[in-house]
């Protein structure tokens, strides 16, 4: 059984934005601002057009390799299919599925603090983690179509709703906190606020992972393009609202303040602020649902190389690959009964999971692009120039990693790599033993 193409273009277009608006963009502002003052605003724009860049490559790629994991499937074809090709596609695979796997427990994690405050620690947050999770598996078993329409349904409500906020925020607001406009670092901040900002964008990556189930291949790069835009406006749009409502000493408040939930709170309306509250539930709740989502497919792609066992390609009666699922919500559930390693999850998640697949990503599109055997049914114009400013974004959103960060990051990869070498020589050892 193959996979169903039930996916049109506005169904791709709200996977996109519901895959992004999240947890980073409810919470990084204040980073940002303390890293630049107000024109981290620039900043979180910055990181938009970063992402765009970066997707047309993708957007590209995918037409040509419309299948599922596509990003696994880039650097295998791109590098001739030998050895070399082999590691980067499981490099990519696997640190592309830890990615996602993180980013779902980090929402899963942070979910309790917007249901009630008995939720945002101890036995509380994790249970709420763990169901949330447990749920959007379900919904993701019952087929692509059922999550695709509740993720619609959500990502609907929660921009409505994250609309209604904003207008009111900007009416009501004033510039005070955006004097002077560049403040806290000066430029050097500016840059550096680049890479926090630029996480709240990574889940467009998820329309790569599922083009089997695209009914127009060709309508994938506008939902990407689309989505990325619409997101990256509806970011500028809170930040500023976020800005003009909280006053320099408040988003100075250093650690895991919120504030967007406090310029809401600020505005002294109690419905307003449930109605904040229940439309970051739904936006918390879609990025999982869609990562739980390109994270099977990532499987998927990554069984049909032999990387990992080929029962995980199973597909139910409704078209959903079973197995690979089930991993793809279990491994998280287990994450996320240890909180405590919230920031080891971003770093490795941002790194392993953004950095090293992206930089892969560019290296065999440089490669493949004038190859005559790929024919993408869409092309980048100036394809080179492009790949050459999504580098730029990438190298800047890794300009804030410490010591640590990156002793983690070396540690991991190493790990993968060790992985990869047993894996292979298992799969030699096995070809040639006796039938």
Known sequence: MQFKKVLGFWDLFWLGVGGMVGVAILSFPAITYQQAGGASIISWVLAGVF???????????????????????????????????RYLAFLEGIGYYLGTVFGIVISAITLGSYISPAFASGWGLIAVAEVSVLIAGIINIMGTKITSRANLAMSMVFMVLFAAIIVLGLARGNTSSLHPFLSGQGFPGLVYAIPIAILAYGSWTALVA???????IKKLPKA???????????????????????????????????????????????????????????????????????????????????????????????????????????????????PTQYYQYVIIGAIIGT????????????????RRDYRPTF???????????????????????????????????????????????FAKNRKASPS
């Not at 100036?382 to 890794?398: D, N, T, W």
């Open 51 to 85: 992402s765009l860049f970066m997707a047309l490559v993708y957007a590209e790629m995918v037409t040509a390799f419309p299948q599922s994991g596509a990003f696994v499937v880039f650097p295998y074809e791109a590098f001739g299919r030998g050895r070399l090709a």
């Open 210 to 216: 599922i083009p089997e189930e695209t009914r127009d």
């Open 224 to 338: 990407i393009f689309y989505s990325i835009v619409i997101v990256t406006v509806f970011y500028a749009l809170i930040v500023l609202a976020t800005f003009m409502n909280q006053s320099a000493s408040q988003l100075n408040v250093p650690y895991f303040y919120t504030p967007v939930l406090a310029f809401v709170q600020g505005l002294n309306s109690g419905p307003l602020t449930y109605a904040f509250e229940f439309a970051s539930i739904l936006a918390i709740f879609a990025v999982m649902l869609v990562m739980v989502l390109a994270n099977a497919r990532t499987v998927v792609a990554l069984s049909k190389l032999n990387f990992l066992p080929g029962s995980l390609t199973k597909m139910s009666g409704r078209a959903i690959p079973i197995y690979a699922t089930i991993i793809s919500f279990a491994i998280p559930m287990v994450l996320s009964a240890f």
């Open 355 to 370: 950095g090293l697949p992206r930089i892969i990503d560019l290296a065999a599109y440089v490669r493949i692009r004038n």
């Open 379 to 425: 092309r980048v114009r100036y394809g080179l120039l492009v790949a050459l400013i999504a580098l730029m974004g990438l190298v800047i959103s890794e300009l804030s990693l410490g010591i640590s960060d990156i002793s983690w990051s070396i540690a991991t990869l190493f790990v993968l790599t060790a992985a990869f070498a047993i894996i292979e020589a």
